[in-house]
C-alpha cells in the first residue's frame, strides 16, 4: 500500500471519530462519516466501514487513542484493551464508573442509562456482553476477585470461587436466549418479542458476589435492562470493585454510561430503598429466606432465588465408588457454600458402609466418638439450632481443628452419621459437614429427601442405576435441579451439559434464570398485512 494511501485511511478513519472516548481495540471499528450516524445512547455502533482498510487501520488508531487517554494507570501498560481495568482497591470503592452515594442517585442514573440503551442495536448488546464476558474470563482478574472475595468474606475456596467466576462469565447465556415468536394468518402477523423490564434490582448474597454479579449482569444486559446492584456488605469491596470493572468496560465500548450500578455503601437500608423506588421495575433477590420473602411482597414483579437444602440419596444399584467420589466433590466445593450442594446424604443400608469407605478413601473424615461429634454442634450451631457465621465456609480442616482433631489438608468433607431429625440433617449449614442417614430401602430414601428438601424446589441428587427410581424421585421431589449420577455442581454446567446460573429461582419458578428471565413478553400486532403465505 502507498504512503498516499495509507494517509487517505487514516484521515477516513478519524474523520469517523466524533469526539467522544475512543472504543477498545476489538470492539466495532468508529462510524466512518457516510454510514449510519450514532444514535442516541450508543456511541459506536456496530457498522461495517466502506473499505476494509479502515478497519485495520482503525483498530491501529484506536489501540494508540486508548492508550493515549489511558486514566487509570497513564503508561498504557493496562494497554487499553480492556478499556483501563488497572483498579486498586482503594480505587474500587471511591465513587465514580457506576459506583453512587445514594440509592436514589443510582437509580436515577440507571434509568437514564436504560432509555438510552433502548437505541442500542441487538449487535451493541451482544458486544457489551461479550465485553463483560472478556473482562471475567482474564486469568489475573479472576484471580484477584476470587482471592478478595475469600479474604473479605472470610469464606470459601480461591480456586474453586475461580472456576465459578469463570463459569459465570463464559456460560451465562447472552441475547441468543432471547427468541421472538411469530403467528401469521388471514388477519395478519403477530410477533411476541423478549422486550426490558427496565431498571432491575438485582440483591446478592455474600455466598456467591461476584458470580452473581457477573451472571445477572449479563442476562439483564443481554435482555436490554440496566441492572442496579444491591451486594451483601459483607462482601462490599469485591462486588463494588466488579461492577467498577464492568462500567470501565462498557465505557470503553461507547455503552451508555451507569447501565450497571450500586451504592458506595451497601445496607440493609439502601436494599429497601432500592425495592421501594418507583423506576425499579422488577427485583431479583437472590438470598436467603428472609430477603426472598421480602422481595415478593413488594407488589412489583419479583425472582426470589432462596435457599436450598439438596439431599443426595444412593441406592444398593449405584456405583459406588463413583458416587463416594462425586458426593465429597460436591459436597467440598466452595466449602460447601453453593446452593445446590449435597447438605445431607441418604442412603440404603445394604451399601453405607462400602460407601463411606469409599468417601474416607476420597478426603472424608469419618467422625464417629459422640464426644467430638458434641463439640462440633456446639461450635458450629447458634442456640436457634441455625449455622453460626463463622463457621459458614470455612473449611473441613479448620472445622475440625475448632474441635481438637489435627488432619493434613487432603481431608475435605466431615462426615457423621446422623438421625434424621439432627440439625446438622435439617439445616443448610453450607460449611463441609454432611450428615449420612441410614434408610432401609430406596423408596423410603426417596420419601425422606422430599421431606428433608422442605419444599424449596431448589436442588436434589441420586446415584442409582434404577431409572424407574430415578424418575420416581425426580417427579416427587419437584425441584429446579436434579442431578442423576454425578457431582451436584453439574447442575451448573461444572462437567454436565446446558448453561449456567447463580440465580436458581425455586420460590418464583423461573427456575434456571437466565436473559429470557428478565423481559416481558410483548405483542406487536400488524393487521391484514405481512401474512404472505
Ligand atoms: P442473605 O439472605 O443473608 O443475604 C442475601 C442478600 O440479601 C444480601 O445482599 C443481604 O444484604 C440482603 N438481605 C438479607 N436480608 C435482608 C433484609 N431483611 N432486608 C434487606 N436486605 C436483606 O444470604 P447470604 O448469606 O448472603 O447467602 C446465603 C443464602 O442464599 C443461602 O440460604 C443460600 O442457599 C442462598 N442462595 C441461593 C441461591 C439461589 O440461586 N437460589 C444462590 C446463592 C445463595
Redesign the pocket.
Known sequence: MKDSDIEDAVARVLSGYTGAAAPAPGASSPTAPSHKPSIEGCVWEATKPADPMDDIIGGILTRALSERNCSCCKTGDCKGATGCLSISDAEAVELGDGIFETMDAAINAAAEAQKKYLFCSMADRKRFVDGIRSIFTDPAILERISRLTVEQTGMGNVEHKIIKNRLAAENSPGIEDLVTEAQSGDDGLTLVELSPYGVIGA??????PTE?IICNGIGMLAAGNAAVF????RARGVSLLAIKLINRKLAALGAPANLVVTVQA?S?EN??AMMAHPKVRMLV???????VR?VMSTGKKAIG????NPPVVVDETADIPKAALDIVNGASFDHNM??IAEKEAIVVTQVADFLISEMCRNGAYLVKDPAVIAKLEARVLTEKGGPKTDC?GKSAVWLLDQVGVKVGPEVRLVLMEATKDHPFVQE?L?MPILPLVRVPDVDEAIDLAVDLEHGNR?TAIMHSTNVRKLTKMAKLIQTTIFVKNGPSYAGIGVGGEGYT??????PTGEGLTSARSFARRRKCVMVEALNVR
Not at 440483591?203 to 456467591?208: A, D, H, K, M, W
Not at 433477590?285 to 430477603?291: K, L
Not at 432465588?305 to 436450598?308: I, K, L, S, V
Not at 446460573?501 to 425455586?506: E, K, P, S
Open positions: 440483591i446478592t448474597p455474600t455466598t456467591n452473581t444491591s451486594p451483601h456488605p451497601p440493609i436494599t429497601n433477590a437472590t438470598g436467603g429466606p428472609a430477603i421480602t432465588a432462596g435457599a436450598g453453593p446452593c459458614v443448610e453450607m431448589h446460573t447463580f440465580t436458581i429461582a425455586g
